[in-house]
């Protein structure tokens, strides 16, 4: 069973950088993508980006093209979202997902890690 924790939230000021990390686990073989979704308080979930397990693919959210950067580690079973001039309305809960399916949903979800941006 596939597992991914988040880690690397907190609190940063506007303009500021922040990187995440996705540590997964349990049967990464079986992943075929992976993918960061943000929910800010009282908003629907929003897809921030995603990309194949194997680096390629990757597509980014309207509001963070240019600014996020989604990436893995090819030595380790790690995805990170490095996060670049961080505005006010950045400040999430931000998920890690995985997906085993070909062209199916994102099944398995981290429990998230929060980030805040002060203005």
């Known amino acids: 069973q596939v597992q991914v924790v988040e880690s690397g939230g907190g609190l940063v000021q506007v303009g500021g950088s922040l990187r995440l990390s996705c540590a997964a686990s349990?049967?990464?073989?079986?992943?075929?993508?992976v993918g960061w979704f943000r929910q800010a308080p009282g908003k629907e979930r929003e897809f921030v980006a995603r990309?194949?397990?194997?680096?390629?693919?990757?597509a980014y959210g309207d509001s963070v093209k240019g600014r996020f950067t989604i990436s893995r580690d090819n030595g380790n079973d790690t995805v990170y979202l490095q996060m670049n001039n961080l505005k006010p309305q950045d400040t999430a809960v931000y998920y890690c997902?995985?997906?085993?399916?070909?062209?199916?949903?994102?099944?398995?979800w981290g429990q998230g890690t929060q980030v805040t941006v002060s203005s």
């Open positions: 997902a995985a997906r085993t399916q070909i062209a199916g949903n994102f099944n398995y």
């Open positions: 349990g049967g990464t073989f079986t992943i075929y993508g």
């Open positions: 990309m194949n397990w194997s680096g390629g693919n990757r």
